[in-house]
Structure formats: structure tokens, C-alpha cells
């Protein structure tokens, strides 16, 4: 997108004449081809497929700022989005996420009176940062598609490291449900684990995964590569099947697999459901030696009530809040706390999403037990992933934990 001058396009959106002003002088240092308007209904009404970026006022008082992102992503809005606004920095923060919960390219916020250079680069790195993805259209799947899948094998586990700061050693793995279709290929489960749900295959799909990781793990231990402990989603409707706690308690004395090396997670939503079977379940599990972990910690509206119910082993924190430490001090100090919290309950933490040395140094350095995260690895097939694991075990020593930077 660029205009006639061949330079990318900046809409100013703000309803005072002189920040208009400001932000067009800004926007031209940084390189772009400007237009101001100060009336936010004609702003949501434009073709915005020919504006790169947009800087915002928060306070107009015909339409917020609020208001007018809610219009803009309804209109599939593509453009960077910079909010500017007089209001505290919690209050833009929040609109910011309002903004990306919606799918914007919000690229940052500032707070006024700000300095204009400031601004400027604020500017230029939106030029350089990536579009909002346009939406697109996967494969249309029913759950007679999935029920086919499950019955002929095609549903399989990848598996995400899980890595112990203290030691830099591999403890475990997280098994994660791919689909291989003979069409489409390879599915992620954002496609059809809510398919599953929906349509009551949830536990289903999670034994077959449950059992198939089992197998990957005896296969791992004969070849001397890969760890002993597993993770597996548990979905809402294992936590209804009273009969489910002793066929995985019958598989892994079948298997001989120790029950403390299996691990359930368990998101705090799924428990809503049926909550007097779902902790009849979970108390069953733990008296069976199985570990459970609280999943996505904090984001739900009971974190604190289903860890006084539930007998939580494991408290992993929502990659959400970590991925964001590195530049986001209240992200920083709820992770922190979180750490501290899960610890006075005599509870490991680990801390999912994981992407950057920045970010594992202020979890090392809070006292963090476990990480994963592409900084690791991304989910891996099983042969691969044992490869990687004895990979990781030989290179212990050099980088952040040891592991090739070509293996991640």
C-alpha cells in the first residue's frame, strides 16, 4: 500500500486540531504520505486497503476511540494501528488488547504529551512490521470427517519439550493432537479440537492421543532417546466419564508405566461443566499417582478457587502473560507472583510460550521450575523429537540450556 508518491499512507485520527498537526509533521519524518481528519465516523468509513498505518485518539467525543477499532476490525481493517490518548497507561494498555483481541496490527500505544521523536520511530517500526493476516479459509470439516479420522489413525501427537531451568535437561514432553488428512494435509487442532468437543469426541480424541504418546514413550526408553514424563490435555468431557480414572489407571499398569509420569492438563473452564464429577475425576487421578496441572493459568475468571478445589500438582502459566515480560512490566509482575504463588502451594510452575533469552532469564531469574516454547522447540513428530531430545542431552553445556540453535 502506498500512494501516488510511491510512500506508504499515515491516517491521523484525532479530533484536536494541533495533535494533528504533530502526528502529520511525525508521520512525514518517518517517511509517510499523510492525511488527518478529525472526525472518527469519516475515518471507520474509509477504504482503509490504502492506508498503512493509522494513529488514533483514544478521547474524541463523538465516537471513542474504542468505539471506532470495534468499526474498523469490522470492516477487516488491515492498517498498523498506533493509539495515542491523555488517559493512564493501564487504559491504553487495555485498549491495545481490545484492539488485537479483535485481530488489528495494533503496533503500540503512547501516552500524551509525548515526545515527537518518540513518535517517529514508533512510526518507522510499523512500517516494518507485519500486516494484520487477512483471514483465511481452511478446509471445511464435519464431524463425520473427524469421527473417519480418529477411526483410521490419521489423528496423531507431536510433542513440545518441556525443560528444567535449574538443570538445562529435558524432564518431559507435552503431547499435542495433529490431524494428518489424506486432502489437507497436516491440521493443527485450533481446527478441529473444538470440532471435537462439540460434538462429543473429545474424550475420544484424547485417548487416542493419551495412547499414542504412551507407545512414542516405550518406543523412546527401548532406543535410549526422549523422556519419561508426558503431558496430555484433558478436555471437558473426561471430566464427566466417572469410568475414565481406571482405564488410564489399567493402561499404564498394562504398559508399566509409573502413574507420576503422566500428567493431565486441565483447563479452568473444563471443570465448570459438572463440577461434582469433575473433582470426583481429578481426586481419582491424583489417588491413582497421576499429576495435574492447571492449564492456562489465569486466564479465566476462578484461577484462585479452582486451586483451592482441585489437587493441582502443576500450575503453568498462559503463554500470554509470558511472551509479554520481556517489554510489559505488568505482565512481568503477574508472572512473578504467579511463580511465587504456585510455589507457596508447594506446586511446580512451568511457564509455556517461551520465545526469546529475555524472556528465560526473567523466569530463570523469578524462580521459575519448567519452561517450553519455540525458544526450545516447536512441537516435534516422534522421530524427530526423540532426535532432538538426544540431541539437546549431548549438547548440554553451550547457549541458553545447550541444545544447537539448528535443532529448535
Same mark, same amino acid.
Given at each position: 500500500?502506498?500512494?501516488?508518491?510511491?510512500?506508504?499512507?499515515?491516517?491521523?485520527?484525532?479530533?484536536?486540531?494541533?495533535?494533528?498537526?504533530?502526528?502529520?509533521?511525525?508521520?512525514?519524518?518517518?517517511?509517510?504520505?499523510?492525511?488527518?481528519?478529525?472526525?472518527?465516523?469519516?475515518?471507520?468509513?474509509?477504504?482503509?486497503?490504502?492506508?498503512?498505518?493509522?494513529?488514533?485518539?483514544?478521547?474524541?467525543?463523538?465516537?471513542?476511540?474504542?468505539?471506532?477499532?470495534?468499526?474498523?476490525?469490522?470492516?477487516?481493517?488491515?492498517?498498523?494501528?498506533? %493509539? *495515542?490518548?491523555? #488517559?493512564?497507561? $493501564?487504559?491504553?494498555?487495555? /485498549? +491495545?488488547?481490545? !484492539?488485537?483481541? &479483535?485481530?488489528? @496490527?495494533?503496533?503500540?500505544?503512547?501516552?500524551?504529551?509525548?515526545?515527537?521523536?518518540?513518535?517517529?520511530? %514508533? *512510526?518507522?517500526? #510499523?512500517?516494518? $512490521?507485519?500486516?494484520?493476516? /487477512? +483471514?483465511?479459509? !481452511?478446509?471445511? &470439516?464435519?464431524? @463425520?470427517?473427524?469421527?473417519?479420522?480418529?477411526?483410521?489413525?490419521?489423528?496423531?501427537?507431536?510433542?513440545?519439550?518441556?525443560?528444567?531451568?535449574?538443570?538445562?535437561?529435558?524432564?518431559? /514432553?507435552?503431547?499435542?493432537?495433529?490431524?494428518?488428512?489424506?486432502?489437507?494435509?497436516?491440521?493443527?487442532?485450533?481446527?478441529?479440537?473444538?470440532?471435537?468437543?462439540?460434538?462429543?469426541?473429545?474424550?475420544?480424541?484424547?485417548?487416542?492421543?493419551?495412547? /499414542?504418546?504412551?507407545?512414542?514413550?516405550?518406543?523412546?526408553?527401548?532406543?535410549?532417546?526422549?523422556?519419561?514424563?508426558?503431558?496430555?490435555?484433558?478436555?471437558?468431557?473426561?471430566?464427566?466419564?466417572?469410568?475414565?480414572?481406571?482405564?488410564?489407571?489399567?493402561?499404564?499398569?498394562?504398559?508399566?508405566?509409573?502413574?507420576?509420569?503422566?500428567?493431565?492438563?486441565?483447563?479452568?473452564?473444563?471443570?465448570?461443566?459438572?463440577?461434582?464429577?469433575?473433582?470426583?475425576?481429578?481426586?481419582?487421578?491424583?489417588?491413582?499417582?497421576?499429576?495435574?496441572?492447571?492449564?492456562?493459568?489465569?486466564?479465566?475468571?476462578?484461577?484462585?478457587?479452582?486451586?483451592?478445589?482441585?489437587?493441582?500438582?502443576?500450575?503453568?502459566?498462559?503463554?500470554?502473560?509470558?511472551?509479554?515480560?520481556?517489554?510489559?512490566?505488568?505482565?512481568?509482575?503477574?508472572?512473578?507472583?504467579?511463580?511465587?504463588?504456585?510455589?507457596?502451594?508447594?506446586?511446580?510452575?512451568?511457564?509455556?510460550?517461551?520465545?526469546?533469552?529475555?524472556?528465560?532469564?526473567?523466569?530463570?531469574?523469578?524462580?521459575?521450575?519448567?519452561?517450553?516454547?519455540?525458544?526450545?522447540?516447536?512441537?516435534?513428530?516422534?522421530?524427530?523429537?526423540?532426535?532432538?531430545?538426544?540431541?539437546?542431552?549431548?549438547?548440554?553445556?553451550?547457549?541458553?540450556?545447550?541444545?544447537?540453535?539448528?535443532?529448535?
Amino acid at each position: 500500500m502506498t500512494s501516488g508518491a510511491g510512500k506508504p499512507v499515515l491516517l491521523a485520527v484525532d479530533d484536536d486540531e494541533g495533535m494533528r498537526d504533530i502526528i502529520a509533521w511525525a508521520g512525514r519524518r518517518a517517511g509517510f504520505d499523510v492525511r488527518t481528519t478529525g472526525d472518527p465516523y469519516a475515518a471507520v468509513e474509509m477504504d482503509t486497503s490504502a492506508i498503512d498505518a493509522i494513529v488514533l485518539d483514544l478521547a474524541m467525543p463523538r465516537m471513542d476511540g474504542i468505539a471506532a477499532l470495534r468499526q474498523f476490525a469490522s470492516r477487516g481493517c488491515r492498517s498498523h494501528i498506533v %493509539l *495515542l490518548s491523555g #488517559a493512564d497507561e $493501564a487504559i491504553l494498555r487495555t /485498549a +491495545a488488547q481490545v !484492539g488485537r483481541e &479483535l485481530g488489528l @496490527a495494533v503496533a503500540g500505544h503512547w501516552r500524551k504529551p509525548m515526545r515527537v521523536v518518540e513518535l517517529v520511530e %514508533l *512510526l518507522r517500526e #510499523a512500517i516494518a $512490521a507485519p500486516s494484520a493476516p /487477512a +483471514a483465511a479459509a !481452511g478446509p471445511v &470439516l464435519t464431524a @463425520a470427517d473427524l469421527g473417519r479420522g480418529l477411526a483410521a489413525g490419521e489423528i496423531v501427537p507431536h510433542y513440545q519439550p518441556v525443560v528444567r531451568l535449574a538443570t538445562g535437561e529435558i524432564e518431559g /514432553a507435552e503431547a499435542l493432537a495433529r490431524w494428518r488428512h489424506p486432502e489437507h494435509g497436516l491440521i493443527e487442532p485450533s481446527a478441529f479440537v473444538p470440532l471435537a468437543e462439540g460434538a462429543g469426541l473429545g474424550l475420544k480424541l484424547t485417548e487416542v492421543i493419551l495412547y /499414542a504418546a504412551l507407545a512414542d514413550r516405550a518406543a523412546w526408553r527401548r532406543e535410549g532417546g526422549g523422556p519419561e514424563a508426558l503431558a496430555v490435555n484433558l478436555p471437558p468431557d473426561a471430566l464427566t466419564d466417572l469410568g475414565f480414572p481406571d482405564r488410564v489407571s489399567r493402561t499404564l499398569e498394562n504398559l508399566g508405566v509409573r502413574p507420576e509420569k503422566l500428567t493431565f492438563e486441565v483447563t479452568e473452564t473444563s471443570v465448570v461443566r459438572e463440577m461434582a464429577k469433575a473433582l470426583d475425576i481429578l481426586a481419582r487421578l491424583r489417588l491413582k499417582g497421576v499429576r495435574l496441572a492447571i492449564d492456562d493459568f489465569g486466564t479465566g475468571y476462578s484461577s484462585m478457587e479452582q486451586l483451592r478445589r482441585m489437587p493441582f500438582t502443576t500450575l503453568k502459566i498462559d503463554m500470554g502473560f509470558v511472551r509479554r515480560i520481556p517489554e510489559d512490566p505488568v505482565s512481568r509482575a503477574i508472572v512473578r507472583r504467579t511463580i511465587a504463588l504456585g510455589h507457596d502451594l508447594g506446586m511446580s510452575v512451568l511457564a509455556e510460550g517461551v520465545e526469546d533469552a529475555r524472556a528465560l532469564d526473567m523466569l530463570r531469574e523469578a524462580g521459575c521450575d519448567l519452561i517450553q516454547g519455540y525458544l526450545v522447540s516447536r512441537p516435534l513428530p516422534p522421530a524427530e523429537f526423540a532426535a532432538f531430545a538426544r540431541s539437546w542431552a549431548a549438547s548440554l553445556g553451550g547457549g541458553p540450556f545447550g541444545a544447537p540453535p539448528a535443532a529448535r
